[in-house]
């Protein structure tokens, strides 16, 4: 089954990014929501079985940023990161980590 995981890092402050709100998008709509925990990973956000698509994870980061305490412009430079990304191998593992500041990102297929 085609499993799906994602990781987010705080880049500026050096930690995980507990607390973060992520959405998961499918082919078809929504498919999962939930929060970061304290190791900056969304346990349960995807089901396993994930069919061959186009998806894409949407990180609040704004939100994130200001819940930290960290003052961000209004509108801030990096409100909301989505990634785009496709799945062609059924039956394998895609995990999608985010590193993010308040105005850099980068993500790569991790394992």
Do not use: K, Q, W
């Not at 930290?68 to 430079?77: D, I, N, Q, R, T």
């Not at 990161?81 to 394998?92: E, L, N, P, Q, R």
């Amino acid at each position: 089954m085609t499993s799906l995981s994602t990781h987010v890092l705080d880049t500026m402050h050096g930690r995980p990014a507990a607390g973060l709100s992520v959405v998961l998008s499918g082919p078809h709509g929504e498919i999962g929501r939930g929060t970061t925990n304290e190791d900056g990973r969304c346990p349960g956000l995807a089901p396993e079985g994930l069919a061959p698509g186009r998806y894409a994870l949407h990180f609040a980061v704004a939100d994130y940023f200001r819940g930290a305490g960290v003052e961000l412009p209004e509108p801030p430079f990096l409100d909301e990161v989505t990634i785009a990304f496709g799945i062609a191998d059924v039956g394998g593992h895609y995990h999608v980590p985010l590193l993010v500041s308040p105005y850099a990102y980068s993500t790569y297929r991790g394992s």
